[in-house]
C-alpha cells in the first residue's frame, strides 16, 4: 500500500494541550508518559490519564502515539514491560522507540503494536531504514541533519508502506539528532533520559588557562555569546517541498510549549496542508497564515538542515524568546450576540484583540464594553481564570483563543532564512 496522507502531528503536553491539538486540527498527537519520555519536565499523562487522552482523540478519530525514546539505563529496563502493558491497555496507536532493546522488548510482548523509530535513533540512510522495517517498524522519525533531497533519496529506496515523519517546526537541538552530553556533563541531568538543562542555551566565555579572571568575549559581543545556540526551525512555507520529498508525518516540536503555543502552531499548519491540497501545484502561503507562527513565543526561524548546510541557523546574540502576542482569554461559548470567555492574562476595556477560531483567519475586535459574571461593566479583566462577556456580532466555536499584540514587541524580520 503505497503512503499517500500528510498528517499533522502536534505535541501533548498534558490534557491541556492534547486538547488544544485535537482543536485546532491536529491529525494525530505524541505524548509522554511518566516513564521513558525525552520530556520529563512537561506533566506527562500517568496509566489513568493516558485512557483518558486515548478515548478523547478517538472519539474524535485522531491518534496517540507514545514516546518510548529515552535510552533507559540497566535498572529502568525492569520498569518496562508494565509500561508497555498499560500503552497496550490504553489503546494507543503506535509507540515512538529509539532504543533497539527497547524495540526488540516491545516486539515481544506487544507484537501487534505499530512502532515508529525516533528521531533520537539517527536515521540518516535508506539502509537504515530498511533493517529497522524488518525488525517492525513502520514508520521512521528521520534524523533532522537530512536534506529534501536526501529524504527523498530514501523514499525511493524504502517500502512504500514505511512512513516518513519529519520535525517541520520548533526548537532545534545542537547536537546530532539530539544525542548531547553537555547536560549530563554540567548538571548530572541526562539529556538523553528527558532531562535536558539545555546548556547549549547558556552564555559562554573564552578563558586563558593561566589567565581564569580574564574572561574574553567570543565573536566580539561584550555581553559573551552563545556560542551554541539554536534557531527555531519552521518550514511552513515549504509544505510543498516535503510533501514531494516523500514526508508522512509533518511533526511540531514543542511538548514543553503551552496550550496556546499548541493550538497556535497546530492552527498554522493544518491550514497550510489544507491549503496544499487544494493547491499541489501552485503553492504559494497566503501570508496571514505565514504570520501565525510569528504569534506564538519562538527564537528565530530558519530552515534547518532542508537546503543544505545550515550556514545561518546558529544565533549568537541572546538565547531568547521572542513574543508578538499574549493569549488573555478562552471563548467558552458564544449566544445571542454575546461571547462568554474565561480569563488567561490581564487586559483592559478599550484592548483590540484579535479572536482565533480552529481553520479561519483571526478576526481583529475592539472591546469596547467587557462585563464580568454577574452582568456589570469592569474596566480591566484581571483576576486569573475569572469569567467575562463581551458583545460579539460572531459566533466563536468553544476554546477559540482571544490574544492581545505585545506592546513594544522585538523587532523582528519575518522571512524565514
Known amino acids: 500500500m503505497s503512503v499517500t496522507y500528510h498528517e499533522i502531528l502536534a505535541p501533548a503536553g498534558d490534557m491541556e494541550r492534547l486538547q488544544s491539538a485535537l482543536d485546532f486540527g491536529a491529525d494525530a498527537v505524541y505524548l509522554g508518559g511518566t516513564m521513558f519520555g525525552m520530556r520529563a519536565g512537561a506533566p506527562n499523562f500517568n496509566a489513568e490519564s493516558l485512557c483518558d487522552a486515548v478515548k478523547l482523540a478517538h472519539d474524535r478519530n485522531k491518534k496517540v502515539y507514545l514516546t518510548v525514546n529515552t535510552l533507559p539505563r540497566n535498572p529502568e529496563l525492569a520498569l518496562l514491560p508494565q509500561f508497555i502493558s498499560e ?14 532493546g527497547v524495540l526488540q522488548t516491545v516486539r515481544k510482548l506487544a507484537p501487534d503494536m505499530t512502532v515508529h523509530m525516533s528521531t533520537q535513533t539517527g536515521i540518516v540512510n535508506y539502509a537504515t531504514a530498511n533493517a529497522l522495517y524488518q525488525m517492525g517498524a513502520r514508520r521512521v522519525v528521520l534524523a533532522r541533519e537530512l536534506s529534501l533531497d536526501e ?49 547549549c542555551r547558556w552564555k559562554y566565555y573564552l578563558t586563558e588557562e593561566k589567565r581564569p579572571h580574564l574572561p574574553m568575549e567570543i565573536q566580539e559581543h561584550p555581553e559573551g555569546t552563545y556560542i551554541l545556540n539554536a534557531r527555531d526551525m519552521c518550514m511552513i512555507d515549504h509544505i510543498d517541498k516535503l510533501a514531494q520529498a516523500g514526508v508522512t508525518s509533518f511533526k511540531i516540536e514543542g511538548r514543553a510549549k503551552s496550550a496556546y503555543y499548541v493550538s497556535v502552531v497546530t492552527n498554522a499548519y493544518r491550514m497550510a496542508m489544507d491549503y496544499y491540497l487544494q493547491n499541489p501545484d501552485d503553492y504559494h502561503l497566503p501570508e496571514w497564515i505565514h504570520d501565525e ?9 530558519c530552515t534547518g538542515f532542508f537546503f543544505g548546510h545550515p550556514n545561518a541557523c546558529q ?14 482569554g478562552i471563548i467558552d461559548r ?23 477560531a480552529p481553520g479561519q483567519k483571526p478576526v481583529t475586535l475592539k472591546l469596547d464594553e467587557i462585563c ?46
Open 315 to 328: 544565533y549568537y546574540e541572546n538565547s531568547g524568546y521572542i513574543s508578538q502576542c499574549d493569549v488573555v
Open 372 to 417: 464580568n459574571a454577574d452582568g456589570e461593566k469592569i474596566e480591566t479583566v484581571n483576576h486569573a481564570m475569572m469569567q467575562f462577556s463581551f458583545p460579539c456580532e460572531y459566533s466563536f466555536p468553544k476554546n477559540s483563543l482571544i490574544r492581545l499584540p505585545v506592546q513594544n514587541p522585538v523587532p523582528e524580520d519575518k522571512n524565514i532564512i
Open 334 to 356: 458564544c449566544e445571542n450576540g454575546t461571547a462568554f470567555a474565561t480569563q488567561r492574562n490581564r487586559f483592559f476595556s478599550g484592548d483590540t484583540v484579535e479572536i482565533l
Open 151 to 199: 529524504i527523498a533519496e530514501i523514499r525511493k529506496h524504502i517500502p512504500d508502506d514505511l512512513e516518513i515523519e519529519v520535525f517541520v517546526h520548533g526548537a532545534m537541538c545542537v547536537s546530532f539528532s539530539g544525542r548531547c552530553l553537555l547536560s549530563a556533563y554540567f548538571t548530572d541531568r541526562d539529556a538523553n533520559r528527558g532531562a535536558c538543562a539545555q546548556p
Open 293 to 301: 507562527v510569528f504569534k506564538v513565543s519562538h527564537r528565530r526561524y
Open 87 to 100: 500503552a497496550v491497555n490504553a489503546g494507543v496507536d503506535a509507540l515512538i522507540i529509539a532504543d533497539l
